[in-house]
């Protein structure tokens, strides 16, 4: 069992930057693949950032080159930095785990990109 709180969330104007951070309880944190997922009013879920447990990273199209996903395992924790924002990045952060079978989320932490 995993247990994600994300943090950091916030207001930002365009062309800022901001990051989030999702602490994890629970244990062999370092053995899970993890992302980033956000979901904006009106929209689907969709994948933002992943990150396996070896470290591999894959980007969405549209955050390629403005966004990096980080995991400090000694910590327990993953990390979205964003930068250059938009407008469109304006949606709720979520914090994904998963291993095999087994996938948990957290409750999500709200960013919003002013024009």
């Known amino acids: 069992q995993v247990q994600l709180v994300e943090s950091g969330g916030g207001l930002v104007q365009a062309w800022g930057s901001l990051r989030v951070s999702c602490a994890a309880s629970g244990s062999r944190f370092s053995m899970y693949a993890m992302g980033w997922y956000r979901q904006a009013p009106g929209k689907q879920r969709e994948s933002v950032a992943t990150?396996?447990?070896?470290?591999?990273?894959h980007y969405a199209d549209s955050v390629k080159g403005r966004f990096t996903i980080s995991r400090d395992n000694a910590k327990n924790t993953l990390y979205l930095q964003m930068s250059s924002l938009k407008p469109e990045d304006t949606a709720v952060y979520y914090c994904?785990?998963?291993?095999?079978?087994?996938?948990?989320w957290g409750q999500g932490t709200q960013v919003t990109v002013s024009s």
């Open positions: 994904t785990a998963w291993s095999g079978q087994y996938q948990y």
């Open positions: 990150i396996t447990s070896g470290g591999t990273t």
